[in-house]
């Protein structure tokens, strides 16, 4: 029987974090589970008291820790340090507080990484609206579906759904996640280029399926450049932390100018699209999002809670 952690970050989201815990409930599994939630909310503890109550009578063994130093990254290395010291896991899943598995998610993985042996997968997100989004939002990141073909891949971007194994902890020297990226986001890239830059290999499961709930005041324009912006501008600090030779250095500026120069031409283009009439817009946002970096600006996108 495989014992995996399934390790969650909350801040704020109880009915978020109810859900999920819910939907762990039901899944259809041979593996041996402990679930661990990280209550980064050390003033109200919602997430905390939800599962000191939920425990006595949930499936699984259920912890939870509190997690004072505010941050998605503090959150995370709390919980990745816990998993290390009181559990004998050898896989740990991720996904956030506003999102919840299908039945069959935890076990697709396992069957997954014990076939093909990856030190990490990523599994598909489906959005689940609040309201139902108008037509140029729903190809915009943050909204749109992430969905790919099974198979190996080069990298992975984010923790949302996730799966390693304990020794790309082991591996990693402590923290985990920056700090520096607590309230910008981007901490998850950093850790999987990392874990790519110890030689690590990735993969994506299409059949590993969670659904993100996607609240209203996420599909306002301006929510999607901000989130556009953002992503560029931790996409740079990652990339500028790591060491680069001068040809990738200057295949990156050339992308940032391409862009740059190509807006006026892909707004004309695509303004006639209705389903894609932002995509210049939120290129434009990305890249500029990528030269701020470059100047040491950080946006922190996460000091704002969106859903409950």
């Not at 931790?234 to 932390?241: A, I, T």
Request: charged share 20%; aromatic share 10%; proline share 5%.
């Amino acid at each position: 029987m495989t014992d995996v952690a399934v390790a969650i970050a909350s801040f704020r989201r109880p009915r978020g974090l109810a859900r999920a815990l819910a939907a762990l409930e039901r899944q259809i599994t041979s593996a041996n589970v402990i679930v661990v939630v990280a209550d980064n909310d050390a003033e109200k503890q919602e997430a905390y008291r939800l599962c000191q109550q939920l425990a006595p009578n949930y499936r699984w063994m259920l912890k939870s820790i509190v997690v004072p130093a505010r941050g998605i990254a503090q959150a995370r290395n709390a919980l990745c340090d816990f998993v290390l010291e009181h559990t004998e896991v050898q896989l740990v899943a991720m996904f956030d507080d506003d999102e919840w598995p299908d039945e069959h998610w935890l076990q697709a993985f396992i069957d997954a990484q014990q076939k093909d042996h990856a030190d990490a997968l990523h599994g598909t997100i489906r959005r689940n609206f609040e309201t139902r989004p108008s037509s140029w939002a729903v190809n915009c990141q943050g909204v749109a579906d992430l969905a790919r073909s099974s198979g190996p891949v080069a990298m992975i971007e984010g923790t949302g759904n996730t799966i390693f194994t304990r020794d790309c902890l082991e591996r990693l020297p402590r923290p985990y996640f920056d700090p520096a990226f607590a309230l910008t986001g981007g901490e998850d890239r950093d850790f999987f280029t990392r874990l790519r830059a110890l030689g690590c290999r990735f993969a994506w499961l299409s059949e590993a399926v969670i659904y993100a709930h996607v609240p209203t005041s996420r599909l306002t324009l301006k929510w999607i450049l901000s989130r556009a912006y953002r992503v560029g501008n931790s996409d740079m600090r990652v990339f500028l932390k790591h060491p680069h030779s001068a040809p990738e250095f200057c295949r990156e500026a050339a992308k940032i100018l391409a862009a740059l120069l190509l807006f006026p031409a892909l707004l004309l283009i695509f303004g006639f699209s209705p389903n894609h009439r932002a995509e210049p817009l939120c290129k434009l946002y990305r890249n500029a999002g990528k030269v701020a970096a470059l100047f040491d600006s950080h946006y922190n996108e996460y000091a704002v809670t969106h859903g409950a």
